[in-house]
């Protein structure tokens, strides 16, 4: 379960690190639309395009990869340099460990990858973890190639112990190849080793007995382990159970030995027993602090750390969610504004002005303004002082430039309405 969380919190973030963009970039054209669900459901569709393209980029590298690995540990493997090979499959295998492969898509990827660590490890003889795995999955996967199960099983005579998984996948390959000729004397012979008597090892007991050249060779192991001599027919032979059913039969097929009624009501009684145990556990359950540990030997505590990092990445990735949809469509439209046009005048700056008359008295001079005035003219009175004296300067409009002040002086003569004029500095 954890890889399957760090594979998919790893793309869902680079996803969110690819959509985010996007949805705000296409936010200003996508929201013409007036549908919410059309947007939403846009958002969305864009949010799995980038999840599924990215993921599928991922796994690519990723096998792409892994392949090469596996393409030069081959070569350095028919170059007889093990060392190099095994440092080539290692590196595969942190590769295949990463978060590059995809979890949904890694059967056929798995496949290549133990098989080709399983060949490497039983023909050189590498027994480190890694190699172990490989061979325990892929003949798991696999039971019916029988060059890498007869490879393995002469390692596993060879070795001094033997694991609960050893003892499962050795029961699966004896189901599979039984009735294997070159397979069934390796299998008795682990099988001897260990001490086993269950119904799949006393099966290949049984075909070994049939065999005149492997019964020299195993016959005083079995019965020393059995302490029952050798009969001519095998006890849980084909033969063995057809006299004791007290039938013939009746076409060329093989019987199949049926499981005794003990058995079976054994069965019932263990699935009895593990369906209370279950029920009890799961009130236990609720309170870890007082009981530490589980059937199976796993912490609760770790259990519920488990649970608790589960949380926090799912947490994370609804907020980050939220974070991408709550601003498009759940915050309220705002009220439209009125647009209003704004006139902006220029300023030209008109430094120069006409002067028209001066007079000493300022009821003269504003006599003047009024006259002007009445005409449509702009005038205005500016004080001075010279000669020790006070002048009332009478002016008239203001111009750009001296030019446009003269001419408007002379159309003022024309007019009759003043009769002298200079252009002078507003100031």
Known sequence: MIPWLRNISIRLWLTLMVAVPACFYFLPWFSQLSSRPWQAGFFIGLTGVCFGVISALM???GVRMIQK??????????????????????????????FLPSPVRSKKLTLLMTRSLARFALTFDRKSDAFRQAVWVYLSLEPHDDALAALWLEQLAKDDEVTTRDQALLTRLAQTHHRNSGLVPLLARVFLDTGRMDFIARQVYAKVMEDPDLKIDFQQDIQRLTG??????????????????GKQAISGKTIRPSVPVAGILEKIRQAGRNLRYRVAGAGWAAIPFINPHDGSGRSIQARWRFYLKAGIIGALCAGALMFIFYPVFFVDEPEPVEKTKTVIEERVPKPFTIQVAAYLKENHARQFVVNLTQKGVDARIKTTTGGGNTWYLIQVSEFEDRQMAAAYGNHLISENIIEEFFVSNKD
């Open 59 to 61: 796994h690519l590298a």
């Open 228 to 245: 029952t001599p050798f009969r001519k027919k095998a006890v849980y032979s084909d033969e063995a159970i057809r006299e004791a059913s």
């Open 69 to 98: 690995r596996i393409h030069e540990a081959k070569v350095w493997e028919q170059a007889g340099i093990p060392a190099r090979a095994e440092k080539k499959y290692l590196q595969a295998v942190r590769i295949y460990d990463s």
